[in-house]
């Protein structure tokens, strides 16, 4: 059975769905890539904190939104959200990836992750975290105004997760930081998240201390 951002959909219907779609995201990482650090192979274990919720883009579909976590093949777990609606994934495959390093709103939105997934209420907060990047990715890189009402993507199905997602996106208007953008070799779900020195990015040479130096410029 394949898992993926969109889960409970045919794989035909999906494609169909989402086909007109194709290229939603190609923009923002088009823009946001700042140079290739290498390549990994890794494999999604698990979506969690989220919930199953709709969304609409091209059509209402039924997803499981929340956080990827990852288990890299050279490389302790690590976690990443999706970033491509477009692809599908399946849990316990392995895929491998580009890692870019990028520089973006989506980078100012993966930095907040560790105070914002705290507390209370943690699976409707991952599932606002992945609609409040879903809306970066597929409508703020069209240049499309950030409204979750509108636009190519939507989410108005919990108003609780609305209302996070909300505030995430409030909170990086304007805003853009370094992340690393994970793009697949073999057709899967693109995927996304922050730098940190103890992840498997920082297996790649130079990465830490080339983050570094580009903070300081």
Known sequence: MQKRCLWGISTVGLFV??????????TL???DKVIQLGIVTLKV???SPGITTQIIYGSALNVQAGEYVLNPTTAPKTWAFCVDLDHVINLNQTYTYEIWLAYGRAGALLNLRDSFLT????NKK????QVALWEIAHDHSLGNPINLNSGAFQ????ATVQSYANSLLSATAGQADYYYFLRSTSGAQN???VPEPASMLALATGVVGL???RRKN
């Open 126 to 129: 991952g599932a606002a975290f």
């Open 119 to 122: 507390g209370s209420n943690l």
């Open 17 to 26: 769905a989402l086909l007109n779609n194709a290229s939603a995201n190609t």
């Open 29 to 31: 990482f088009n823009n």
């Open 211 to 213: 983050i570094a130096r």
């Open 191 to 193: 995927l996304a998240m």
């Open 45 to 47: 274990t698990q979506v």
């Open 155 to 158: 989410y108005t199905a919990d």
